[in-house]
């Protein structure tokens, strides 16, 4: 009886599905004169910064001293699961945010203000087109864990 998938190719199709599924780094992100970059015209990004309903979520807004919160923000990112910083400065942080089954990686990206007293956010699917809200469901988690903290309005 001929078997449809050998056990090796079945091995080699579950590494291309779960290792091969995220993405390289893109060149859209990072900071420029007005901020953060924009979001790409596919549903799969929301940033502060977006003008348009579809791409656009509330920046956030801190509460208290910047040189204390910034840290604190920092903590809040590095314990969550499968969130590495891959950029951390004075006044920027990139994040690979990691999905848990098909291991796809988003960018997660705080920008903070000073003049301000803003962060702005930005959080993009490297890969694929839509992304069924999770960049948008990812900020607002943020959102809700720095607001447990008082660190964010």
């Known amino acids: 009886m001929y078997r449809f998938f050998e056990p090796g190719l079945t091995l080699v199709l579950i590494l291309l599905i779960f290792g091969g599924c995220s993405g390289t780094r893109p060149n859209e992100i990072g900071i420029d004169p007005s901020g953060l ?24 807004r801190l509460k208290g001293d910047p040189d204390a919160s910034w840290p604190l923000i920092q903590d809040e990112i590095a314990s969550m699961p499968r969130w590495v910083i891959v950029t951390a400065t004075d006044n920027y942080i990139h994040v690979e945010c990691k999905s848990l089954i098909f291991r796809f990686i988003d960018d997660l990206e705080l920008y903070f203000n000073s003049s301000k007293g803003i962060i702005s956010i930005r959080s993009a699917s490297r890969i694929g087109y839509s992304d069924f809200g999770a960049n948008r469901r990812r900020i607002e988690l943020l959102r809700r864990e720095l607001r447990a903290k008082q660190v964010i309005e």
Do not use: L, R, T
């Open 37 to 60: 970059k924009g979001c790409p015209k596919s549903p799969n990004c929301v940033s502060s910064q977006a003008k348009d309903a579809q791409h656009a979520i509330e920046p956030f």
